[in-house]
């Protein structure tokens, strides 16, 4: 068993509010970079949270890889997302492909900073 996990926290995201709240365009966005990248996407779920006094609900975007998963957490009133990108490399090395995708997945909420980490999974034997 070998994978690659990436993360990401993504703070004041500049880009259109729509993209934290509405779960039909971000999801159909996410299929769409999945398989830009040449990932295979085999399910998805995309949820919409219910707004608070504090702002608009936000979003759980999730897409089931033949290779692991992708998600998407959003949170329109802190102008903040996380990241989750991990793939299984069995039968092949899929990291390049999770590393393209969460650039795309970044460059999509145009944040202003962020905070990003990898972590090597499994072992070589």
């Keep these: ?4 996990h990436l993360t990401a926290d993504l703070y004041n995201c500049r880009c259109a509010p729509a993209w934290m709240t509405d779960a039909d365009q971000l999801g159909a966005w996410c299929v769409a970079a999945v398989q830009a990248v040449g ?3 085999v399910g998805q779920l995309f949820h919409t949270f219910p707004g608070t006094p504090q ?5 759980t975007a999730t897409v089931l890889l ?4 992708v998600c998407v957490h959003t949170w329109p009133e802190k102008k903040a997302v996380t990241l989750d990108v991990y793939v299984c490399n069995f039968g092949g ?3 390049a492909r999770a590393r393209q995708l969460m650039a795309a997945l970044v460059k999509r909420f145009a944040p202003e900073w962020t905070e ?3 972590l090597d999974r499994g072992d070589a034997g």
């Design 1 to 4: 068993m070998q994978g690659l």
């Design 66 to 69: 033949a290779e692991s998963h």
């Design 93 to 95: 090395d899929h990291s």
């Design 39 to 41: 990932l295979q996407a």
């Design 55 to 59: 702002g608009p609900g936000g979003i």
């Design 116 to 118: 990003q980490r990898s």
